[in-house]
């Protein structure tokens, strides 16, 4: 009894922090793949933690990116302030490719916001080409400001 007590609570503990874990960029990880990841983070901000979501997002920030907009304190208030917050807990989102070439893709993406308003972003991904870990990977090197569509109403 003891035992199944101990393999029950290991396997919950184990399973339970591998879904919070932040994914990392991989090359096997495709450019839309990378917007994906991150609006859907997004869209679950704080689950299962607090700002889980902008975390995930972070990871996949091109490391020029995160210069210009980080420390990773910065950009949470980034998106949480007035120009991205709709981004925060969005209810749904459309990604539509405009541009793809081999080491870059251009997306408009479009949300619907927890107040039910539509907004659309580009949203551009580049492939690393910096010696390290992160070489050949796609990341996100800009996201424009939010263009307002109007109510879903």
């Keep these: 009894m003891k035992f199944k007590i101990l393999f029950f609570l290991i396997t919950f503990f184990y399973f339970n922090s591998s879904f919070a874990d932040v994914l990392k960029p ?22 299962p933690y ?44 459309t990604v539509t490719e405009v541009y793809k070439s081999s080491t870059m893709a251009t997306y408009e993406v479009v949300v619907l916001d927890k107040d039910k308003q539509y907004f659309k972003f580009k949203w ?20 424009s400001q939010p263009i307002p569509m109007g109510s879903s109403i």
Excluded at 26 to 43: D, E, G, R, T
Aim: net charge positive.
């Design 26 to 47: 991989s090359v096997n990880i495709n450019p839309k793949q990378v917007v994906l990841i991150q609006l859907k983070a997004l869209m679950k901000n704080d689950s």
């Design 124 to 143: 551009k991904v580049e492939k690393n080409n910096k010696e390290g870990n992160l070489l050949d990977c796609w990341l996100t090197t800009a996201v």
């Design 50 to 93: 607090k700002d889980r979501g902008i975390e995930q997002t972070w990871e996949f920030a091109h490391p020029n990116n995160q210069r210009m907009t980080g420390p990773l304190d910065r950009f949470k208030r980034m998106l949480k302030g007035a120009s991205y917050s709709m981004l925060i807990d969005h209810k749904e989102n």
